[in-house]
Structure formats: C-alpha cells, structure tokens
C-alpha cells in the first residue's frame, strides 16, 4: 500500500511563500493522480490543485489560482506545491492525496476520488 508523507510546512508573514513536498512510498508516482486539499479549523476540507498522469493537465480553484504552482519529480516519488503570497485565509493543515489512474489525462479536486492521503502539514500565515 502507497504511504504519502508532506513536508515544508510553517509559520509565515502574509506575502511570503513555501514550498510543500509530498514523497511516496513507492519509486515513482508518474501514472497517479496527484492533488493537494487544505482544511482550516472548523471548515470542510477544500481541494486546493490536482496534477494528472505525466502532467497533462493540472487543475487550481479559484482562491488560489495565480498563486500556487502543483508539480512532480517526473520519474519519482515527489510532488510539491509552490505557495507564493500566501494570506492569513491560506492558513490550514495542507493534505496531498493520491490514486492511480494509468494513463488517464484528467485529475479531479474530489475528495472521494483519491484512496491514499499523507497526514498533513500545518501552514500558518499571520503578521
């Protein structure tokens, strides 16, 4: 069974960046779909960006389009998701998910359609 763990999360200012990294379990994570979801206290947990297989297409909803970058190590077992002028409604434990679809050319911010998740990683964003 794949295992996601995340990295790189933190306490930044309003306007900076980071940088979140999601490795896998396994050797390379080249023919899964891959996506990031965010929940901040109280709220349901939102998808953020999603890569398809060999990043045909990726995907960003509308709060952060612009703002955040979703790649991968092609021919490895990393993702990452750049986090650049970040703001206080940013702030949530960050998740990266993943499922395999082959060849599939489509990603989807669904929740249910991903079967392995990592554990999170907190970002905070406060003056």
């Known amino acids: 069974q794949v295992q996601l763990v995340e990295s790189g999360g933190g306490l930044v200012q309003p306007g900076e960046s980071l940088r979140l990294s999601c490795s896998a379990s396994?050797?390379?994570?080249?023919?899964?779909?891959i996506a990031w979801f965010r929940q901040a206290p109280g709220e349901e947990r939102e998808g953020v960006s999603c890569?398809?297989?060999?990043?045909?297409?990726?995907e960003y909803s509308s709060a952060v389009k612009g703002r955040f970058i979703i790649s991968r190590d092609k021919g490895r077992n990393t993702a990452h998701l750049q986090l650049n002028n970040l703001t206080p409604e940013d702030t949530a434990v960050y998740y990266c998910?993943?499922?395999?679809?082959?060849?599939?050319?489509?990603?989807?911010?669904?929740?249910?359609?991903?079967?392995?998740w990592g554990q999170g990683t907190q970002v905070t964003v406060s003056a």
């Open positions: 998910a993943a499922t395999w679809v082959g060849m599939s050319r489509s990603c989807k911010m669904d929740k249910t359609a991903y079967d392995t």
């Open positions: 890569i398809s297989t060999l990043d045909a297409n990726a």
């Open positions: 396994i050797q390379t994570m080249d023919f899964y779909a």
